[in-house]
């Protein structure tokens, strides 16, 4: 079956770390993207990628890094810059041929410990 | 920009009653795709239903009904009888549309926590 998978699903950080959360899909979705979801926040867009080797910053990149070598493949770098890493992130693509426009990853929560 | 409003945080119903989610959207765009998501406590999202914005014919689905009004700029969701199964957080999002039918940005409002007592 076609999906997104995330991975881990859960993650632990010490402060000053950086951090990969993969995601990869075998829907040969075109745009994959990540989000982050905070109590009481909903989820907010980080990056988006419509094609390989292109991407965009979503509402608030700072702190992260992306990249799309891949169709298949759109990884998130937390990196130590990001002052409050600690959250639930998202990751989903969408196609026209997708019968729900998006689908969704099951998620990462990442903790700094 | 695009912005979508949920304004109620959080519901609490008794088991039967009937609810009602309002959501309010934004948007310059002709052509978008307004959505409901529900969220239950293992984090992933499920989708509900999709509905574009030339298509304002509202929508029921068993106990689950959608009031789509573009002069109101609404998309409201009503649970019917509800059960405690439906205990959720539910988001409402606005995608742009980048052409035909073709998704953009996803943009989610902040949720509505529904509890539904026994």
């Known amino acids: 079956d076609g999906g997104i998978t995330q991975s881990p699903k859960y993650l632990f950080r010490k402060e000053g770390q950086n951090v990969t959360l993969s995601c990869e899909q075998n829907l040969n979705h075109d745009a994959m993207y990540w989000y982050r979801q905070d109590p009481g926040q909903g989820l907010r867009l980080i990056y988006y990628s419509q094609i390989v080797n292109d991407f965009q910053k979503g509402d608030i990149a700072e702190g992260y890094s992306v990249s799309r070598e891949k169709k298949e493949s759109f990884p998130l770098t937390v990196t130590s810059a990001q002052k409050n890493p600690t959250a639930f992130y998202l990751c989903?693509?969408?196609?026209?041929?997708?019968?729900?426009?998006?689908?969704f990853g099951s998620g990462t929560r990442l903790t700094v410990v | 920009a695009q912005k979508v409003t949920q304004a109620q945080t959080e519901i609490s119903v008794v088991e039967k009653e009937d609810v009602t989610l309002d959501c309010v959207y934004e948007?310059?765009?002709?052509?978008?795709?307004l959505f409901w998501y529900k969220q239950p406590p293992s984090g992933e999202l499920v989708f509900l239903i999709r509905?574009?914005?030339?298509?304002?014919q509202n929508e029921i689905s068993g106990r689950y009904s959608w009031n789509f009004q573009k002069s109101t700029s609404s998309f409201n969701f009503t649970i019917t009888a509800s059960q405690v199964v439906d205990s959720a957080v539910y988001f409402c999002a606005l995608s742009e549309g980048r052409g035909g039918t073709s998704y953009g940005k996803l943009t989610f409002g902040q949720g509505t926590i529904l509890t539904v007592h026994p």
């Open positions: 509905r574009n914005s030339f298509d304002e």
């Open positions: 948007t310059r765009d002709t052509t978008y795709y």
């Open positions: 989903a693509s969408s196609s026209d041929r997708d019968p729900y426009g998006y689908t």
